[in-house]
């Protein structure tokens, strides 16, 4: 019950941000975003015609009415329909943003799990052989392109040129071999990007930790490795990994990967997002960024909730 | 440690053990599946909406239209499709008056009383047609009609009420439509061909709203079975109207397509597939690696895939590896890239002063001489595009393959001369704004275009780039006239040059379809006085005339047809289509056990 006042405090200070998130994002489509007018008209338009798409779209209507209807649109999740398909925004994201977090969430988990435990590793052995070659491969993994891994991974397990073990494109997921079928490569991809990413600033986290009296006491006493990593140098360092973990995550969720959802053929949130933003949609940009915003609130008091779990110190100030 | 990674290899072999294989598919699963990858994807599946190729694609195949074209027959042939008949037209061309087949039915939906589909009815056809006029609906197709049907944009104006009969827009019963144009227009039957005109019911547009665009409820080949970014699935429709397939009616030519394995299909009732899958693919790489590993039957090639697939350019010949798997078949576009001048313009198009006028066109020519369309072709078509004198394209009869061909040859000494003869030098000539949407193809061919000027002695920053995030945005600004140089390419609607005749008609300039504004006097009476005829040896002259006016004014840099790759499985007996409405032809698209040899 003591965390009810907290929560609500946070969600509190999370108004004016949705707010600031939202205009001057709304700003920004409006002014400086595409003008959908021109798509929807037809070959040979007249100006009469134009100012029909225009009213339709209300595009004609006052700046600060369309912020206020958008703001309405948030608070009673009558979020309209697409501009380009005509479908239910709210349809979309429901059916879409599922696809994006299974799709994106094992790479995710393992990319930051193996990244923990590479950054532990190359820590521990700072400058050996074992942490130049951990550093190596995280910068040539940074370095190469995602496109080029995408590429590169469906022509090597994806077509008959290679392995041919996993279909280059599609989403007919219906139990976990096929979602094991079908997500194996993208999580591949993502691991390839990410990895290297993480590694590096876990380790940094670690390094500094690891230089620390308190840790140097430690080792003069014999404390074995395992316990000394886990124990005091993870559980030290879990500060900054919560944020960069906790922050990723409204991104993981709502953009999920562009590249990934296209070249993969796979119908998530990113690709939608990508041609509404592409082609104008704003009924569809309105809800993303919303979310979006939504989704940092409480990413944030979840954070601040979990420096209360993992450091003392934060609890008593 | 070793343990550790021991256990890591173990896990993802356990849980991909199985990948090879894949997903199980259930018993009642389709015995047809047709795959086919389109490299857009549509938007609405409203008909009103239909505006691009990717929903006709679809769009036809969900709902009917009156007319079709017919499936094999090349040049294009018009079909009746729902009509019973062509239409019947009176002496005066104004009149016509079409039947429709008895016994269609639409689709069930709870749009309908009791869930049922009902009779589709001439009703039906006026009602579709009337909705592109009604600003609610948002269409996109009113610009075939407009001001061609008696009393059809008065009706809008007086409010669109569907209730209130329009008088060139009739049911005369059930199964007969009447309608009755403002003057004659011969290309009329060509645009009830058209998604636009596809036949929808009114309870659905009722009970859907805007959401018709996800809930088509048709008469079609097919239904909608899923739809999302990436993929559209069609079912068979189970109660289509069985019509077999006659090879006689189709246009078949036993002398070009009796390889095609067309003769199985005889008799058989369309459609031949249980199921269509579309897969909208953008990504050249991923869609050729998709056809490369057998997911898909068909596709285009991308250009970047020429040189795999091409053992030679001139005759196109397949390389041996694919020449045993897959049909080809190299098909030009219908349709056009080019330049245009925005003669609007006074810096480089019309001008009030007759001297600067003079120039402005001497200055419009040399850039047409200093253009280079072999580069271009090489560059961007990989040499295998049409390059075309004007704007009468290969794909129509109208074009004149003896015509002179001066005009896209380049000829750079001449531009310098024409230039200097002029009085413009590097000072003195205008800035000019190139514009184009963002993309990296959409860059080169500019840094191209600006290229062959500079050679002729254009100072490169007097050719400025205008970049516009997306086609709409890019579209809005050449229609207000902020852009000189206007780098486009038009799609024909159908198989007529009237369709190309009509960009340069002055009437039509900013916003309407002609971007360059060009506004011949001369050209405009010719337009006029051909519009109420059909081809002809008579409208064919003036059609080479009208082009001939545009290229000594110099009023665009053009132009070239793309020559389109497309490659299919040797299990699939199908003639592939992207012009027009293409889509048409997956309800004759058939799947056979045993590869069709050639």
Same mark, same amino acid.
């Given at each position: 019950?003591?965390?009810?006042?907290?929560?609500?405090r946070?969600?509190?200070?999370?108004? @004016?941000?949705l707010?600031?998130?939202?205009?001057?994002?709304?700003?920004?489509?409006?002014?400086?975003?595409?003008?959908?007018?021109?798509e929807?008209?037809?070959k040979?338009?007249?100006?009469?015609?134009?100012?029909?798409?225009?009213?339709?779209?209300?595009?004609?209507?006052?700046?600060?009415?369309?912020?206020?209807?958008?703001l309405?649109?948030l608070?009673?999740?009558? #979020?309209? +329909?697409?501009?380009?398909?005509?479908?239910?925004?709210a349809?979309?994201?429901?059916?879409? #943003?599922?696809?994006s977090?299974?799709?994106v969430?094992?790479?995710?988990?393992? /990319?930051n799990?193996?990244?923990?435990? +590479?950054?532990m590793?190359s820590?521990w052995?700072r400058?050996?052989?074992?942490?130049k =070659?951990?550093m190596s491969?995280?910068?040539?993994?940074?370095?190469?392109?995602?496109l080029?891994?995408?590429? *590169?991974?469906?022509? =090597?397990l994806?077509?008959p040129y /290679?392995?041919?073990?996993?279909?280059v494109?599609?989403?007919?997921? $219906?139990?976990?071999?096929?979602?094991f079928y079908y997500?194996?490569?993208?999580?591949?991809?993502?691991?390839m990007v990410?990895l /290297?990413?993480?590694t590096?600033?876990?380790?940094?986290?670690?390094?500094?930790?690891?230089?620390?009296d308190?840790?140097?006491?430690?080792?003069?006493?014999?404390?074995?490795?395992?316990?000394?990593?886990?124990? $005091?140098?993870l559980?030290?360092s879990?500060?900054?990994? =919560?944020?960069?973990?906790m922050?990723?995550?409204?991104?993981?969720?709502?953009?999920?990967?562009?590249?990934l959802?296209?070249?993969?053929?796979?119908?998530?949130?990113?690709l939608?997002?990508?041609?509404?933003?592409?082609?104008g949609?704003?009924?569809?940009?309105k809800?993303?960024i919303?979310?979006?915003?939504?989704?940092?609130?409480?990413?944030?008091?979840?954070?601040d909730?979990?420096?209360?779990?993992?450091?003392?110190?934060?609890?008593r100030? | 440690? +070793?343990k550790?990674?021991?256990?890591?290899?173990?896990?993802?072999?356990l849980?991909?053990?199985?990948?090879?294989?894949?997903?199980?598919?259930t018993?009642?699963?389709?015995?047809?599946?047709?795959?086919?990858?389109?490299d857009?994807?549509p938007?609405?599946?409203d @008909?009103a909406q239909?505006?691009?190729?990717?929903?006709?694609?679809?769009v036809?195949?969900?709902?009917?239209?009156?007319?079709?074209?017919?499936y094999l027959?090349?040049?294009?042939?018009l079909?009746?499709?729902l009509a019973?008949a062509?239409?019947?037209?009176?002496?005066?061309?104004l009149?016509?008056?079409?039947?429709?087949k008895?016994?269609?039915?639409?689709?069930?939906?709870?749009?309908?009383k009791? *869930?049922?589909?009902?009779?589709? !009815?001439?009703?039906?056809?006026?009602?579709s047609i009337?909705r592109?006029?009604?600003p609610?609906?948002?269409?996109?197709?009113?610009?075939?009609?407009?001001?061609?049907?008696?009393?059809?944009?008065?009706?809008?104006?007086e409010?669109?009420?569907?209730d209130?009969e329009?008088?060139?827009l009739?049911?005369v019963?059930d199964?007969t439509?009447q309608?009755t144009?403002t003057r004659?227009?011969?290309?009329?039957v $060509?645009?009830l061909?058209?998604?636009?005109?596809?036949?929808?019911?009114?309870?659905?547009v009722?009970?859907?709203?805007?959401?018709?665009?996800? $809930?088509?409820?048709?008469?079609?080949?097919?239904?909608?079975d899923?739809?999302?970014?990436?993929?559209a699935?069609?079912?068979?429709n189970?109660?289509?109207r069985?019509?077999?397939?006659?090879?006689e009616?189709e /246009?078949?030519d036993?002398a070009?397509?009796?390889?095609?394995?067309?003769?199985a299909?005889?008799?058989?009732i369309?459609?031949?597939v249980?199921r269509?899958?579309?897969?909208?693919?953008?990504e050249?790489?991923?869609?050729w690696?998709? %056809?490369?590993?057998?997911e898909l039957?068909?596709m285009?090639?991308?250009?970047?895939q020429?040189?795999?697939?091409?053992?030679?350019?001139?005759?196109?010949t397949l390389?041996?590896?694919?020449?045993?798997a897959y049909h080809?078949?190299?098909?030009p576009?219908?349709? &056009?890239?080019?330049?245009?001048?925005?003669?609007?313009?006074?810096?480089?198009g019309?001008?009030?002063?007759?001297?600067?006028?003079?120039?402005?066109?001497?200055l419009r020519?040399?850039?047409?001489?200093?253009?280079?369309w !072999?580069?271009?072709?090489?560059?961007? %078509?990989y040499?295998?595009g049409?390059v075309f004198?004007?704007?009468?394209?290969?794909?129509?009869?109208?074009?004149?393959?003896?015509?002179?061909?001066?005009?896209?040859q380049?000829?750079?000494?001449?531009?310098?001369e024409?230039?200097?003869?002029?009085?413009w030098n590097? !000072?003195?000539?205008?800035?000019?704004?190139?514009? %184009?949407p963002n993309?990296?193809?959409?860059?080169q061919? %500019?840094?191209? &275009?600006?290229?062959?000027?500079?050679e002729?002695?254009y100072?490169?920053?007097?050719?400025r780039?205008?970049?516009?995030?997306?086609?709409?945005?890019?579209?809005?600004?050449y229609?207000?006239?902020?852009?000189?140089?206007?780098?486009?390419s038009?799609?024909?609607?159908?198989?007529?040059?009237?369709?190309?005749?009509?960009?340069y008609?002055?009437?039509n300039?900013?916003?309407?379809?002609?971007?360059?504004?060009?506004?011949?006097?001369e050209?405009?009476?010719?337009?006029?006085s051909?519009?109420a005829?059909g081809?002809?040896?008579?409208?064919?002259?003036?059609?080479r005339?009208?082009?001939?006016?545009?290229?000594?004014?110099?009023t665009?840099?053009?132009g070239?047809?793309?020559?389109?790759?497309?490659?299919w499985?040797? !299990?699939?007996?199908?003639?592939?289509?992207?012009?027009?409405v293409?889509?048409y032809?997956m309800?004759?698209?058939?799947l056979?056990?045993?590869?069709?040899?050639p």
């Amino acid at each position: 019950m003591t965390k009810l006042p907290f929560i609500a405090r946070r969600l509190a200070h999370g108004i @004016p941000l949705l707010l600031g998130v939202t205009f001057i994002s709304f700003v920004l489509m409006v002014y400086f975003g595409p003008d959908k007018t021109y798509e929807l008209l037809g070959k040979n338009p007249d100006l009469e015609q134009i100012s029909e798409v225009r009213h339709a779209l209300g595009y004609d209507r006052p700046f600060l009415v369309r912020y206020g209807d958008y703001l309405k649109e948030l608070i009673t999740l009558d #979020l309209g +329909l697409s501009d380009s398909t005509g479908e239910a925004v709210a349809s979309i994201i429901t059916r879409t #943003l599922p696809v994006s977090v299974s799709l994106v969430l094992p790479g995710f988990i393992i /990319g930051n799990m193996a990244g923990l435990a +590479l950054a532990m590793l190359s820590a521990w052995y700072r400058g050996r052989w074992l942490d130049k =070659l951990i550093m190596s491969a995280s910068v040539v993994g940074m370095s190469v392109s995602f496109l080029v891994i995408i590429i *590169g991974l469906q022509i =090597l397990l994806c077509t008959p040129y /290679g392995l041919n073990l996993f279909p280059v494109r599609g989403w007919q997921v $219906h139990d976990l071999s096929s979602y094991f079928y079908y997500v194996t490569v993208p999580t591949l991809a993502i691991l390839m990007v990410t990895l /290297g990413y993480n590694t590096r600033f876990y380790r940094a986290v670690m390094v500094e930790e690891l230089e620390r009296d308190h840790i140097r006491t430690l080792r003069a006493f014999g404390t074995s490795p395992p316990e000394l990593l886990f124990r $005091h140098v993870l559980k030290n360092s879990l500060i900054p990994i =919560l944020t960069r973990i906790m922050f990723s995550v409204p991104f993981v969720l709502v953009s999920g990967s562009l590249l990934l959802e296209s070249y993969f053929g796979i119908p998530g949130i990113g690709l939608v997002t990508f041609n509404a933003i592409t082609s104008g949609d704003q009924p569809i940009l309105k809800a993303v960024i919303g979310l979006t915003g939504v989704l940092f609130v409480l990413a944030l008091m979840i954070n601040d909730m979990l420096y209360n779990v993992v450091d003392p110190r934060v609890k008593r100030q | 440690m +070793l343990k550790i990674i021991q256990t890591a290899i173990l896990l993802v072999l356990l849980t991909t053990g199985g990948c090879g294989e894949p997903p199980a598919t259930t018993n009642s699963a389709p015995a047809k599946i047709y795959r086919h990858a389109l490299d857009g994807a549509p938007g609405s599946l409203d @008909p009103a909406q239909a505006a691009s190729l990717y929903a006709n694609f679809l769009v036809v195949n969900l709902y009917d239209t009156l007319y079709r074209y017919k499936y094999l027959a090349r040049p294009y042939k018009l079909q009746p499709n729902l009509a019973t008949a062509m239409p019947e037209v009176s002496d005066d061309g104004l009149q016509l008056t079409i039947r429709i087949k008895q016994g269609v039915y639409f689709n069930d939906d709870p749009a309908f009383k009791n *869930g049922l589909g009902r009779e589709l !009815k001439a009703e039906d056809f006026v009602y579709s047609i009337k909705r592109h006029f009604d600003p609610g609906t948002r269409a996109q197709g009113a610009w075939l009609w407009q001001r061609r049907i008696k009393g059809l944009d008065q009706w809008k104006t007086e409010g669109s009420e569907y209730d209130r009969e329009v008088p060139g827009l009739r049911a005369v019963d059930d199964y007969t439509i009447q309608i009755t144009l403002t003057r004659p227009f011969p290309q009329f039957v $060509h645009t009830l061909t058209q998604g636009y005109a596809a036949i929808v019911a009114r309870e659905a547009v009722e009970k859907y709203g805007q959401e018709l665009s996800n $809930h088509p409820v048709g008469s079609g080949p097919f239904q909608l079975d899923s739809r999302n970014s990436i993929r559209a699935v069609l079912t068979k429709n189970p109660h289509f109207r069985a019509e077999p397939f006659r090879l006689e009616d189709e /246009g078949y030519d036993p002398a070009t397509q009796g390889d095609a394995g067309f003769e199985a299909l005889q008799d058989k009732i369309p459609p031949f597939v249980d199921r269509l899958e579309l897969e909208f693919i953008t990504e050249d790489a991923a869609r050729w690696n998709a %056809f490369s590993a057998n997911e898909l039957h068909f596709m285009k090639v991308p250009v970047s895939q020429f040189d795999t697939v091409l053992s030679q350019r001139r005759p196109l010949t397949l390389s041996p590896q694919f020449a045993g798997a897959y049909h080809f078949e190299a098909s030009p576009e219908a349709g &056009f890239i080019y330049t245009n001048f925005n003669m609007a313009d006074d810096r480089i198009g019309y001008n009030p002063d007759p001297e600067r006028n003079r120039r402005n066109r001497a200055l419009r020519c040399a850039m047409v001489k200093a253009f280079n369309w !072999k580069k271009r072709n090489e560059i961007f %078509f990989y040499g295998i595009g049409e390059v075309f004198p004007g704007i009468i394209p290969p794909a129509v009869p109208e074009y004149d393959p003896r015509g002179d061909k001066t005009y896209i040859q380049r000829n750079l000494q001449a531009a310098i001369e024409l230039l200097q003869a002029n009085g413009w030098n590097a !000072k003195n000539l205008p800035v000019l704004d190139y514009g %184009f949407p963002n993309s990296v193809t959409e860059r080169q061919i %500019f840094e191209q &275009f600006r290229n062959f000027m500079v050679e002729m002695g254009y100072p490169a920053k007097k050719i400025r780039p205008m970049i516009f995030a997306t086609y709409g945005d890019y579209h809005r600004a050449y229609s207000q006239g902020k852009v000189t140089l206007i780098n486009s390419s038009w799609t024909m609607d159908y198989p007529d040059a009237e369709n190309v005749m009509q960009l340069y008609y002055g009437p039509n300039g900013a916003p309407g379809s002609n971007s360059s504004n060009y506004n011949n006097p001369e050209y405009n009476q010719l337009y006029e006085s051909s519009s109420a005829m059909g081809e002809s040896p008579q409208r064919t002259r003036i059609y080479r005339q009208m082009n001939q006016l545009l290229m000594d004014d110099c009023t665009s840099i053009t132009g070239i047809s793309r020559t389109l790759l497309f490659l299919w499985d040797r !299990k699939v007996i199908m003639k592939p289509d992207r012009s027009f409405v293409g889509g048409y032809f997956m309800r004759f698209v058939d799947l056979v056990e045993s590869p069709v040899e050639p």
